[in-house]
């Protein structure tokens, strides 16, 4: 028997570990393209210091059922962390790549990019962009985060500016970075926060101006009383209103009681899967055109110490954020004129940038997805996008749906490509859960 996992993320790595360890002597094919990332995936291939875990390093254990593991690791490397330390990414990355270099004698890694599949009797055949094909009996998607959306209001032109950087992840996006530069940001969520992490590091002087639609501001992580355990109060509920109404009674619970909002949110994190699943489709529709944003501020906190970074950025003056959206951007000399409409009152305000940088989030849109296997396996219904577009439809315990609904028994798929169906699919709490679940599956 053998499998093919396509993507060597940290979804990827995680499910061989599971793989090999419930079935010594499965063929394992772990596929990579892009060799900069493997092992770490997108995440954790930052090489910044200042580019911090958002979740404590106590609970980054990459095995549930070893919750020191992470720890472990780190004191026997020789970074000197505690459990409530948010460690750089670039160290957990390094974690991840001691799993995968356990797991090498083990599995054949692939550095090559898969293009489509096709099914072949029982087996699958895998089409690399080298001319060389795979053979399988299962395959697992494990494709991780694509590059932000596209922006409305940019022509060709302007894409391929100098000073228009679409991608924050690419090396090149701070190259030959002057001082005093007025840099804008579309967006405002976590990418972003990186970014001005990234700007205070050099030592940054310019204007910084960030717009996004909300204009909401990432939240600090804080030390709180923990709230006890609520979910039997919310299971039974079947609306966003419902969740909501109950939600807004607990937070003030908590707060009479001397609790944080911050550990009401923690509290009810385990359980939102299943109470994602309960929603109808009208209802999960309702949430992300009503609650989304709100819910993303207060799920995806950072880190006190980049929240005071970026908090003393914006307290001195060098930093705004607004509410809004960007109308156009035009070239004006060497530099990039954006006009964007504030959410408050719809008038339209203009930023002179020497650079500009897309910070709107991974795009979760299939149809837009340029990768070369997505498009094959769209027109080829292999997958379907999920009803909401945030990935690839699927039943809940991973396995792709086709055009008639019916889940594959060979094709898989775990980690951001289950946003839809999930919707808490991403963090590593949720993926390490999920890998192995899925591994189980791969395996029988």
């Known amino acids: 028997m053998s499998v093919a996992i396509i993507g060597a993320g940290v979804s990827g790595v995680l499910t061989c570990f599971h793989l090999q360890r419930l079935k010594p002597g499965i063929k394992i094919y772990l596929i990579e393209s892009n060799a900069s990332q493997v092992g770490k995936g997108l995440a954790y291939s930052t090489n910044d210091e200042t580019h911090l875990l958002n979740v404590p390093a106590g609970k980054m254990s990459a095995f549930p059922e070893d919750p020191a593991h992470f720890l ?138 960030a717009v996004s639609t909300h204009g909401f501001l990432p939240q600090a992580h804080e030390k709180t009383i923990p709230y006890t355990d609520f979910y039997a109060d919310l299971k039974n509920c079947n609306s966003v209103n419902s969740l909501t109404i109950k939600m807004h009674r607990h937070i003030a619970r908590a707060a009479r009681k001397g609790i944080n909002w911050r550990a009401v949110v923690d509290a ?45 950025i914006i307290e001195k003056g060098q930093m705004e954020l607004k509410a809004g959206r960007v109308v156009q951007i035009t070239q004006q000399k060497n530099k990039l004129l954006v006009d964007y409409k504030l959410r408050v009152n719809q008038k339209t305000e203009h930023f002179l940038a020497d650079r500009i940088i897309n910070c709107t989030g991974p795009e979760s ?80």
Request: glycine share 6%; hydrophobic share 40%.
């Open 365 to 444: 849109d299939y149809g837009k997805v340029s990768m070369t296997l997505v498009q094959q396996l769209l027109r080829n219904k292999i997958i379907q996008c999920d009803p909401l577009r945030l990935g690839i439809n699927a039943a809940p315990d991973g396995r792709v749906v086709n055009e008639h609904n019916i889940p594959s028994d060979k094709i898989y798929t775990i980690g951001p490509c289950m946003k839809g169906i999930l919707w808490e699919c991403t963090a590593v709490p949720e993926i390490r859960d999920q890998s192995l679940a899925i591994a189980q599956k791969l395996a029988e």
């Open 72 to 209: 472990n690791w780190l004191v026997k490397n020789n970074y000197f962390f505690s459990e409530d330390s948010f460690v750089p990414r670039k160290i957990y990355g390094n974690y991840m790549m001691s799993i995968l270099d356990y797991l090498r004698p083990f599995i054949t890694l692939i550095n090559d990019e898969a293009v489509d599949l096709t099914k072949k009797e029982e087996q699958i055949k895998i089409h690399l962009a080298s001319g060389e094909n795979i053979y399988c009996n299962k395959v697992l998607l494990a494709l991780g985060n694509f590059s932000p959306s596209p922006v409305g209001g940019i022509s060709s032109q302007i894409k391929f500016h100098t000073g228009y950087h679409s991608d924050p992840w690419k090396e090149t996006v701070f190259n030959n970075l002057e001082p005093t530069e007025n840099i804008f940001i579309i967006g405002s969520g976590l990418t972003m926060v990186d970014m001005v992490m990234t700007l205070s590091k050099l030592n940054h002087l310019g204007k910084i101006l």
């Open 268 to 312: 009810i994190r385990p359980h939102t899967q299943v109470l994602w699943l309960h929603l109808s489709m009208s209802e999960r529709k309702e949430f992300m055109d009503k609650i989304r944003h709100i819910w993303g501020v207060a799920r995806h906190r950072i880190p006190a110490e980049s929240y005071t970074i970026l908090n003393n």
